[in-house]
Nanobody, 125 residues
Framework: QVHLVESGGGLVQAGGSLRLSCAAS????????MGWFRQTPGKEREFVAA????????YYTDFVKGRFTLSRGAAENTLYLQMNSLKPEDTAVYYC??????????????????WGQGTQVTVSS
């Protein structure tokens, strides 16, 4: 079993920044993609950003382009999300996820096999 652990959430004012981190408990498992998703109460979980390890290509949803930056850590299966110019509508629980299928689609929630517990990000106006 693989556990993903997120950290770095918190309370920040609009325009501020936060950096989320994600680390896998078992660093040697094979993942083909890792990404970040978010969810607010009453809404479905939505894609934020992801990376496919084989190509190194990074994907972002439109509403975070130019503000959020996904990067990999030095250790295998670690991930960061640098969030700048935060807006109140970015308030959500952010989840890290990993996909173990070579055909996993980076932005598709159903293609991810492992999920973290989530970290709360609150942006005040």
């Amino acid at each position: 079993q693989v556990h993903l652990v997120e950290s770095g959430g918190g309370l920040v004012q609009a325009g501020g920044s936060l950096r989320l981190s994600c680390a896998a408990s078992r660093r040697t498992f094979t993942s083909y993609a890792m990404g970040w998703f978010r969810q607010t109460p009453g809404k479905e979980r939505e894609f934020v950003a992801a990376v496919r390890w084989s190509t190194g290509r990074i994907y972002y949803t439109d509403f975070v382009k130019g503000r959020f930056t996904l990067s990999r850590g030095a250790a295998e299966n670690t991930l960061y999300l640098q969030m700048n110019s935060l807006k109140p509508e970015d308030t959500a629980v952010y989840y890290c996820a990993a996909a173990t299928s070579a055909v996993a689609r980076a932005s598709m929630i159903l293609d991810y096999d492992y999920w973290g517990q989530g970290t709360q990000v609150t942006v005040s106006s």
